[in-house]
């Protein structure tokens, strides 16, 4: 499997960026997944995210901000719409994978997963 996100970008503060993050290999569909951010100097953290259940969650920082979703079109698709950045939402963004969907001999099976992007660039400046 591999993710290759896409997306980022320079953008004044107020704009928007929508991430990409699209999975390849022998998947039918990305079940459950988050994104996350690493800032210079600082720890990776949860963004957003969804479950297989459907239920998102978002960081208290992007709530109202921020809107994961998916493809249902492209079910290996997913994305992270990011309205009103702010200069502190500047950070690589990495998808995370973490349940699939797999096409096997035996039929599609559901599996966890932890795979993660190569991440994407956001850069906000005032």
């Known amino acids: 499997v591999q993710l290759v996100e896409s997306g980022g970008g320079l953008v004044q503060s107020g704009g928007s960026l929508k991430l990409s993050c699209a999975a390849s290999?022998?998947?039918?569909?990305?079940?459950?997944m988050a994104w996350y951010r690493q800032a210079p100097g600082k720890e990776r953290e949860l963004v957003a995210g969804?479950?297989?259940?459907?239920?998102?969650?978002y960081a208290d920082g992007v709530k109202g901000r921020f809107t994961v979703s998916r493809d249902y079109a492209k079910n290996t698709v997913v994305y992270l719409q990011m309205n009103n950045l702010k200069p502190q939402d500047t950070a690589v963004y990495y998808c995370?994978?973490?349940?699939?969907?797999?096409?096997?001999?035996?039929?599609?099976?559901?599996?966890?997963?932890?795979?993660w992007g190569q991440g994407t660039q956001v850069t906000v400046f005032s």
């Open positions: 995370n994978v973490q349940q699939l969907t797999i096409a096997t001999i035996e039929g599609p099976q559901t599996v966890p997963a932890d795979y």
């Open positions: 290999g022998s998947i039918d569909s990305i079940n459950a």
């Open positions: 969804f479950t297989s259940d459907g239920s998102t969650n």
